[in-house]
């Protein structure tokens, strides 16, 4: 691991000199090995490791039936039997859950599509983790218990919304894409307060979902940070939690 990454403030939990590991913001798992080495890596301790951990090897194996980006189906037929092959629970769980539903695509052709279940609460916290990760990445702007982290789903109403905070003043822009469409992403930081950004992002080339009440959207969040002195309630017609991925 190096020096550079061991006895650091951990970027997810901000307990100064617990890092222990270096920890890519994306698992390499999401992206083919030609893509990992723009993966951007930060400081971690073992546990929040650990944490994000569990979550990446849920989403690995489930995120990629929705995938829309350039490597999509490759990913789809390389990784997902073997991941499959090695969690049977997980598998019987997305058989059992399988269905199918009419959705128009881009073109305004309605498809029959095969959906699989997602745990739409543990995707948003993987992006929380993400979106920590990236702040420290672009700015050194390590987020503490005084900070929260605020992850939407959104949808069509919710992308217009972000879209309008992006276009505000801002002290710094990021824009990036690991992954061929793995990860895309655009932040803009806070005049005022370096804890303050607002955030886009999009998996696997906008994978498709849709939520418990037939609502379709693509897999773009919306994420806030700030201190939690400045928070404002969330408005919950642009918070998806229960959905499914669309194939």
């Known amino acids: 691991m190096g020096k550079r990454f061991k006895g650091k403030t951990c970027v997810y939990?901000?307990?100064?000199?617990?890092?222990?590991?270096?920890?890519?913001?994306?698992?390499?798992?999401?992206?083919?090995?030609?893509?990992?080495?723009?993966?951007?890596?930060?400081?971690?301790?073992?546990?929040?490791?650990?944490?994000?951990?569990?979550?990446?090897?849920?989403?690995?194996?489930?995120?990629?039936?929705?995938?829309?980006?350039?490597?999509a189906v490759a990913n789809l037929k390389k990784d997902g039997p073997r991941r499959l092959a090695k969690n049977?629970?997980?598998?019987?769980?997305?058989?059992?859950?399988?269905?199918?539903?009419?959705?128009?695509?881009?073109?305004?052709?309605?498809?029959n599509a095969l959906t699989v279940p997602i745990d739409g609460e543990k995707v948003e916290k993987l992006v929380g983790f993400i979106v920590r990760g990236l702040i420290w990445h672009h700015w050194k702007i390590v987020l503490g218990p005084d900070c929260f982290v605020d992850v939407l789903s959104l949808t069509e109403r919710g992308e217009a919304l972000f879209n309008r905070?992006?276009?505000?003043?801002?002290?710094?822009?990021?824009?990036?894409?690991?992954?061929?469409?793995?990860?895309?992403?655009?932040?803009?930081?806070?005049?005022?307060?370096?804890q303050v950004s607002v955030w886009e992002?999009?998996?696997?080339?906008?994978?498709?979902?849709?939520?418990?009440?037939g609502a379709e959207f693509t897999s773009k969040f919306g994420v806030m940070t700030g201190p939690l002195a400045v928070k404002q309630r969330a408005d919950d017609r642009i918070r998806r939690r229960a959905y499914i991925l669309t194939v």
Not at 88 to 111: F, I, M, N, P
Not at 166 to 188: F, P
């Open 88 to 111: 049977q629970k997980l598998h019987r769980s997305l058989a059992r859950g399988s269905s199918r539903l009419w959705t128009k695509e881009r073109s305004g052709l309605l498809v």
């Open 165 to 194: 905070y992006s276009r505000m003043n801002a002290k710094d822009r990021v824009r990036s894409n690991i992954g061929d469409g793995a990860l895309a992403y655009e932040g803009a930081q806070g005049t005022d307060n370096p």
């Open 13 to 71: 939990c901000a307990v100064a000199g617990a890092s222990e590991t270096a920890d890519h913001v994306l698992a390499r798992e999401f992206v083919p090995i030609v893509h990992r080495p723009q993966i951007p890596q930060v400081p971690a301790c073992r546990q929040c490791n650990k944490d994000k951990s569990d979550l990446e090897h849920y989403l690995t194996a489930v995120l990629p039936f929705g995938g829309r980006h350039a490597d």
């Open 201 to 213: 992002l999009s998996m696997f080339g906008g994978a498709k979902m849709a939520g418990a009440d």
